[in-house]
């Protein structure tokens, strides 16, 4: 079933979030270890104006170690981006998003979904969705605390017996949340099974602020499936975007102009790959080129010898070891297919 009129005549005007306004309905998750300044950097190439979130920042590390640490930088220019924060102390939560605006976040996200044990047992992430009480002293205090629109992230419940999503969706909003996304999974799915689209649906009908659906955003048809059948304010991508930066750029231009970009080739990707090695040292030095090799993994995709690319720069040391390794395939496949470049 195809968006209607009316469905994509909204999804193609700004997203309004509290007092700010974004170009795009097409959001890039925030993923703990991967959606650092190298890799928004490249998602921003494909979307100008969609709205990036950092990795997820501890409120009680920031609190304790007295200073930022680097997953809070924001390079000039790379605007929009919203910071997340995660804990479950409020007063905590206010000092962080204080930081994060001096920071230059245009908007504050609470994680409220994150399944990891690590963070449930300290009573942040997903735990909140159990203790609705305290998520919304959290989305009061910092909503109070800062100027810029203050958003929650979360999911469907902690499992399904336990499902609350919309008592909770509407005490977020009352509490003064400006925006609410919902991964369509409970706590105990992790991430399991297929999101369950059809709760988000539910949110929307109920909450008067935007809501953003979440969870097997993988491709552009992918997209539309999701907001047709949820009606929801806008997508927000997530494990599609992993090797594939240009994924919201993609679904973006779809919503506006209902042309479909050209997929990356193999070449493309290896290319894209090569640039993603080359910002994580530029921005990490050593610790970068290790953190590289997993990206380099989701870059090479299926072609003749790509298991053994792929095992090969999952040891890279060094970048010349990885662009060695990239120059070479590249040349090869330009070799094989020189028409699909
Ligand atoms: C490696 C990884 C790291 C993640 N880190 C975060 C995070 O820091 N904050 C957050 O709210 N969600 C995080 N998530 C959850 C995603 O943002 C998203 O909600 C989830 O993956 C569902 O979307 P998907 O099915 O399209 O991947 C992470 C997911 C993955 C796979």
Request: hydrophobic content about 45%; charged content about 20%.
């Amino acid at each position: 079933m195809p968006l209607s009129a009316a469905q994509l005549a909204h999804l193609q005007t700004p997203l309004t979030i509290g007092n700010r306004t974004f170009g795009s309905r097409v959001l890039q998750s925030p993923l703990a270890g991967i959606t650092d300044r190298s890799f928004r950097r490249l998602v921003r190439t494909h979307a100008a104006q969609s709205l990036m979130y950092t990795e997820m920042v501890s409120a009680s590390g920031l609190h304790y170690s007295r200073s930022i640490p680097a997953i809070m930088d924001i390079d000039a220019g790379e605007t929009p981006v919203g910071i997340q924060l995660f804990d479950c102390r409020p007063d905590f939560l206010v000092e962080a998003a204080r930081i994060a605006v001096d920071q230059g976040a245009d908007v504050i996200d609470i994680n409220m979904g994150c399944p990891v044990n690590k963070i449930t047992k300290n009573g942040g992430g997903s735990s909140l969705l159990r203790d609705p009480q305290t998520a919304s002293q959290i989305v009061e205090a910092v909503a109070k605390a800062v100027s810029v629109p203050v958003t929650v992230k979360t999911r469907l419940g902690w499992n399904d017996a336990e499902i609350n999503i919309l008592e909770f969706a509407q005490r977020m909003q009352e509490s003064g949340a400006q925006l609410l996304t919902v991964h369509g999974r409970t706590r105990a799915q992790a991430f399991e099974g297929a999101a369950r689209w059809e709760w988000i649906a539910q949110v929307k009908e109920h909450l008067q602020i935007p809501v953003i659906a979440n969870g097997d955003i993988f491709s552009i048809d992918a997209a539309i499936r999701c907001l047709t059948l949820t009606g929801a304010d806008g997508v927000m991508c997530a494990r599609g975007s992993l090797g594939a930066p240009h994924l919201v750029g993609h679904i973006d231009h779809f919503l506006r102009t209902g042309e479909r970009l050209p997929e990356p080739t193999n070449v493309d990707r290896l290319r894209r790959a090569q640039e993603h090695l080359h910002l994580l040292f530029e921005f990490k030095g050593t610790l970068g080129v290790r953190q590289a090799r997993k990206h380099m993994g989701w870059y090479v995709r299926e072609f003749p010898g790509a298991a053994v690319l792929r095992a090969q720069l999952m040891r890279i040391e060094t970048v010349a070891m990885g662009d060695q390794l990239l120059e070479l395939a590249i040349s090869q496949l330009l070799e094989a297919e020189p028409l699909l470049v």
